[in-house]
């Protein structure tokens, strides 16, 4: 079973608009890790956020803001006012640390594919 | 500085021959990771370092042979490659040696294609 689910494949906006990346997930662990991932055309994965699943606590960065519900299993990504560089891919993922997990393992979701248009 | 550093960025090879993929990182990082990506696909684990040990590998083919000579190094040989292979190769490292929630820090990849 997907441990992270990431319905949006892709998402088209143009530039200005406000876009919320969607992230469900699914583990037993009392204790686990949640993650955002942006991974532009060059390749690389740049970390953008950890929480863990003692902090419900929602988090605003410039434009990226991160709303964590632990009552319907979501963490999702909203970019405020979306900018031509923020096309990428993006990726949630989650690490569990309860017993009897694989420690160090992410489960990422398959991705959703932003472009913003200018 | 949260660099990750891996050499080449591009490599071409041919399914006979012997090649390497290098990573470094000078955070202090006790967990060292190799991750194969398909175009369109989320990453996938290959195999975790932790205190320079291999303590996880996702039953990856021999062909596929990871070394960690140091703390601050991690290497991928390659051998006999097929061109499904062909992938971007991804190494990462986390500060605890297993990586629990511990952020992973990627490199920007290895660009391999198996001819």
């Known amino acids: 079973a997907q441990k992270v689910t990431q319905a949006q494949t892709e998402i088209s906006v143009v530039e200005k608009e406000d876009v919320t990346l969607d992230c469900v997930y699914e583990?037993?662990?009392?204790?686990?890790?949640l993650f955002w991932y942006k991974q532009p055309p060059s390749g690389e994965l740049v970390f953008l956020i950890r929480?863990?699943?003692?902090?419900?606590q929602n988090e605003i960065s410039g434009r990226y803001s991160w709303n964590f519900q632990k009552s319907t299993s979501s963490f999702n990504f909203t970019i405020t006012a979306s900018q031509v560089v923020d096309s990428a891919v993006y990726f949630c993922a989650l690490s569990e640390a309860g017993r009897g997990s694989t420690l160090g393992r992410l489960y990422f979701g398959r991705g959703t594919q932003l472009t913003v248009w200018p | 500085d949260t660099e990750v550093t891996q050499t080449p960025k591009h490599l071409v090879m041919g399914m006979t021959n012997k090649k390497s993929l290098k990573c470094e990182q000078h955070?202090?990082?006790?967990?060292m990771y190799w991750y194969k990506q398909k175009a369109k696909k989320p990453p996938e684990l290959m195999f975790v370092y932790s205190y320079e040990k291999l303590s996880i590998n996702e039953s990856v083919p021999s062909r596929f042979s990871p070394e960690c000579p140091n703390s601050s190094l991690l290497n991928l040989h390659l051998h006999a490659l097929q061109p499904e292979d062909s992938a971007l190769y991804l190494c990462a490292s986390s500060q605890e040696p297993y990586g629990q929630g511990d952020e992973q820090y990627f490199g920007p990849g290895t660009r391999l294609t198996v001819t």
């Open positions: 955070m202090g990082h006790r967990a």
């Open positions: 929480r863990n699943s003692f902090d419900e």
């Open positions: 583990t037993r662990d009392t204790t686990y890790y």
